[in-house]
């Protein structure tokens, strides 16, 4: 089978392929035009890691710093400039493929500064200037799904804006995503806005909850903790679905479908493998199911493309075998709870870290095109 074969079986089985990187290089060079023409992807994730790494390699920006230096551009400014521009220009790229699916795919998401994931007034407000910003229909704007987060989410889509609802890892904040998510949709509706124009995701981050359950795992020791060595994320996620199926199942649902809207699809985040004892595509090919995105870093995209085997719906139907799971995991001793809630806490940081590092690395920049 070839690589466009694997992939092709996946987008076929109702999987969207979606990058989990995005840089100027990417861009200027062909290279995510070519894996639009190649590799069926339909759409683009950022994040602050992304951009401090893009930032931080080559020369690919310098003469967009030297610009607005000689603007006298301020840090924060420099750095908005920077990042929208890039996202803007892939959103360009995919307006094709946002016309072809009726807006369901080709879509770009940019994430609110995470040094707001705590103060819900400020996150909206970013959001909707991140918005008018890049000035593209086929945007995302990321918002985490932070206690904080929640009323955000409801009030930017109340405005009619796209919504990408980012580091969720419980099923229980998910089901609250959706809460915030319908009413969000209804808020939009009574304020004047088309149903039919307004989308939204839902990212599950999959490999970091087998990282840390796994450690927990491997502290307790037992042999009936061993056996349920990653076992988790899929787990986890597969009940996130049954979770999505359910909320579809509801009268508040039914009204909103009834005036336009589309479905919240679950998107699986945070795809890449870390502990190389697995399989490096078992977040892909063991979570295929329809209307789900699945955002990969270009390495376990080219490993899925090489080797992963695409054997239909691998989800539905196994809400109760994932469930016992989780009743096993609290039985040898795991506090699901705390392992969210870590999970959700360390998210927030090491992206706040990352917004730092970008930061640093714009100043140095702007000093140096200063002279």
Known sequence: MSTTDRLAQLSEAGVSIWLDDLSRERLNTGNLAGLVRDKHVVGVT?????????????????????????????????????????????????????????????RVSIEV????????????????????????????????????????ITAVLAEGISVNVTLIFSVERYENVIKAFFAGLEQAKANGHDLKGIHSVASFFV?????????????IGTDEAKALLGEAAIANARLAYAAFEKLLDTDRWRALAADGAHAQRPLWASTGVKDPAYSDTRYVDQLVVADTVNTMPEKTMDAAADHAEITGDQVTGKGAEAQAVFDQLSGVGIDITDVF???????????????????????????QAKG
Do not use: M
């Open 341 to 367: 809630l870590t999970l959700e806490n360390e998210g927030v940081e090491k992206f706040e870290k990352s917004w730092q590092e970008l930061l640093d690395t714009v100043t140095g920049q702007l000093s």
């Open 46 to 106: 950022t994040n602050p890691t992304i951009f401090a790494n893009a930032l931080s390699k080559g020369e690919a920006y310098d003469a967009q710093v030297k610009e607005l230096a000689d603007r006298g551009a301020d840090l924060d400014g420099t750095v908005r400039e920077l990042t929208t521009t890039d996202v803007r220009n892939a959103a360009d790229l995919f307006r094709d493929v946002y016309n072809a699916t009726g807006g369901v795919d080709g």
């Open 113 to 152: 500064d995470p040094r707001l994931a705590k103060d819900t007034a400020k996150t909206v407000a970013e959001a909707k200037d991140l918005w008018k910003t890049v000035d593209r229909p086929n945007v995302l704007i990321k918002i985490p799904a932070t206690e904080e987060g929640l009323p955000a």
């Open 207 to 219: 490999s970091r909850v087998d990282s840390e359950v796994d450690k927990r795992l491997n502290a």
